[in-house]
């Protein structure tokens, strides 16, 4: 098959990833979740990029990049019409256990005064 240097192809680029020594959030113990190491983007078939480059150096535990917050290569798009989701830093899963308990002792606290 022929391409054109003008023609649109759908692919799958990887997504790099950049700032992770420095972003607050990961510093805190938070953990970068990885949801899509790859987007599928409609591309030229002469302006093919080599990867998506993320910068994290900024996010918080809890913050969230959707593929609006990253810039794309000129002339690419998303082939997904909505604003997916790229990564996000969550909490420890230990911190997250530890709030869940607090949680519980609460509600049980409640209860035996009600009672």
């Known amino acids: 098959m022929r391409l054109?240097?003008?023609s649109k192809v759908n692919l799958f680029i990887p997504v790099e990833f950049v700032g992770e020594d420095v972003a607050p959030g990961i510093k805190r113990g938070g953990m970068l979740t990885i949801?899509?190491?790859e987007i599928e983007l409609v591309v030229t078939a002469?302006?093919?990029?080599?990867k998506v480059t993320?910068?994290?150096?900024g996010l918080a535990?809890?913050?969230i990049i959707h593929i609006s917050d990253v810039t794309l290569p000129q002339g690419s798009k998303p082939t997904i019409e909505r604003?997916?989701?790229i990564c996000n830093i969550s909490s420890p899963s230990g911190l997250a256990a530890a709030d869940d308990d607090d949680d519980e002792d609460t509600e049980v606290e409640a209860t035996e005064q009600e009672a």
């Open 4 to 6: 054109r240097r003008t």
């Open 61 to 63: 535990i809890g913050d």
């Open 46 to 50: 002469g302006d093919i990029p080599e």
């Open 83 to 85: 604003d997916f989701v």
């Open 35 to 37: 949801v899509r190491p």
């Open 54 to 57: 993320v910068d994290i150096s």
